[in-house]
């Protein structure tokens, strides 16, 4: 028998019971502030219940004796305000729109204040809740008054609560299902986008299978997708090392043969076939097998590696030259970045006649940059060049060797190892193309 699970697995149903959740919050909430809002007096009650004391201590005053009656009304005064009598008007009525309005209110909540000598004087704060300051003055039947202050609140809550009060709650319980939604939802997606780009530059990542029951299944079958991936890979790479193993065997043997040739010309042209077709084959295992490089990454010195093949192609009376540091360390594959560097450099040699390799750091880069003298890249072709396969009929030969990848493989390595290739063209003339790398 399964346990009784409170909260929902699927997606679906933990958004339902969210969102009923928020409802029952602004239902709770509502309810409380609307009983507030009741037992906090209005501003209606508070002028009926002024002009009421008013009233009564009228009154109580008549019945005392003059000598008596300034005592008598002190005594009577509601907290905070005040109460006295005098023999003489103290208050001038200055007949101002919010007094008239106030006397309407006053004898509208005791009609024993009609045509009864009446005055008063209001005064409203500046500031917020704009509580009005009351003074009140009534004539009595004998010509003496009774006067008193009080403050008219504004009660802001009866305001607040009444408009806004329920569209607050109701908005607060939204965001704050919306904000646990999210939260349930983004974190499993954050990591997976993640572990995707990982996957994309060549990690093996395992997504925590938690979250949501929808959730679940995306983590599941994204591991099951890199599964099938490695395997395919896996499959992919053994099959290029048997048909690499296969292929090189007849062309060691074509070349053996072409070695008994007695014809000068015809030996020189199987001999030059069969080197094309060994590059060939060289550059496609290459560039196929590129994503599976079991070497792992490390300290490298990118300036040895530079002065090396400067220093090999010297050696073959090929036209050659370094210029940078002795040494400038950078954290790569080295068999990696030396063939692509060697890469470069060949392609220099080959269309331009001469390579002249320059080392620099730039801040946190390091740059080496590879120019010759050779026909350049037309510009419309300089995003095309790193295509696979991708030949120009134009400004390169058509009858040199290799499938068009010595490029792609270029910026393939440099993708892996965190770096990039920029390729220029130089205003003089020829080709630049730098490889660029994070310095240690």
Excluded: C
């Excluded at 939204?174 to 646990?180: D, P, R």
């Excluded at 929808?214 to 599964?227: E, G, H, I, R, S």
């Amino acid at each position: 028998m399964k346990p009784l699970r409170l909260w929902p697995q699927r997606l679906v149903g933990q958004v339902t019971l969210v969102l009923m959740l928020a409802v029952a919050l602004e239902f709770v909430g509502s309810s409380i502030l609307f009983e507030n809002s009741r037992i906090y007096p209005n501003r209606d009650n508070q002028v009926r219940r002024a002009a009421e004391q008013l009233v009564v201590a009228e009154a109580i005053l008549e019945a005392q004796p003059q000598h008596d009656r300034a005592a008598r009304a002190a005594g009577l005064a509601a907290r905070p305000g005040e109460m006295g009598w005098t023999a003489l008007p103290t208050l001038v009525d200055r007949e101002r729109a919010a007094e008239r309005k106030l006397k309407d209110q006053f004898r509208e909540a005791e009609p024993s204040l009609a045509r009864r000598d009446l005055r008063m004087n209001a005064e409203i704060d500046r500031a917020l809740p704009r509580d009005t300051h009351l003074k009140v003055a009534l004539k009595m039947r004998d010509g003496s008054w009774v006067w008193m202050k009080t403050r008219i609140r504004a009660a802001p809550w009866a305001v607040v609560l009444s408009s806004f009060g329920s569209a607050f709650i109701l908005g607060l319980g939204v965001i704050a299902a919306a904000a646990l939604v999210l939260r349930n939802l983004s974190r499993p997606l954050r990591a997976l986008a993640e572990a995707a780009d990982k996957v994309g530059q060549g990690a093996r990542i395992r997504v925590a299978e938690t979250g949501a029951g929808d959730l679940k299944l995306v983590a599941k079958a994204f591991n099951a997708m890199q599964d099938r991936i490695a395997g395919l890979l896996q499959t992919r790479t053994e099959a290029l090392a048997a048909v690499g193993h296969d292929l090189r065997t007849p062309l060691a043997r074509l070349s053996l043969r072409a070695g008994f040739v007695q014809d000068p010309a015809a030996r020189e042209a199987l001999e030059a076939d069969v080197n094309e077709m060994t590059a060939m084959l060289d550059s496609l295992l290459a560039y196929l097998g590129g994503q599976e490089d079991p070497e792992p990454p490390r300290r490298t010195d990118i300036a040895a590696i530079a002065m090396t093949l400067v220093d090999d192609a010297v050696d073959a009376e090929r036209d050659a030259a370094y210029d940078g540091p002795e040494h400038l360390p950078v954290h790569a594959r080295p068999l990696s970045l030396k063939r692509a560097i060697s890469n470069l450099v060949e392609n220099a040699l080959h269309y331009g006649g001469q390579a002249r390799l320059s080392l620099v750091r730039d801040g946190r880069t390091v740059i080496l940059a590879v120019e010759d003298d050779g026909p350049g890249i037309p510009d419309a072709e300089l995003a095309h060049v790193l295509e696979p396969f991708h030949r120009l009929d134009s400004a390169r030969a058509r009858n040199t060797a290799g499938l068009g990848l010595g490029l792609t493989i270029v910026q393939q390595i440099l993708k892996r190892e965190g770096g990039e290739l920029v390729l220029k063209n130089r205003p003089e003339g020829g080709l630049r193309a730098e490889v660029r790398l994070a310095a240690l």
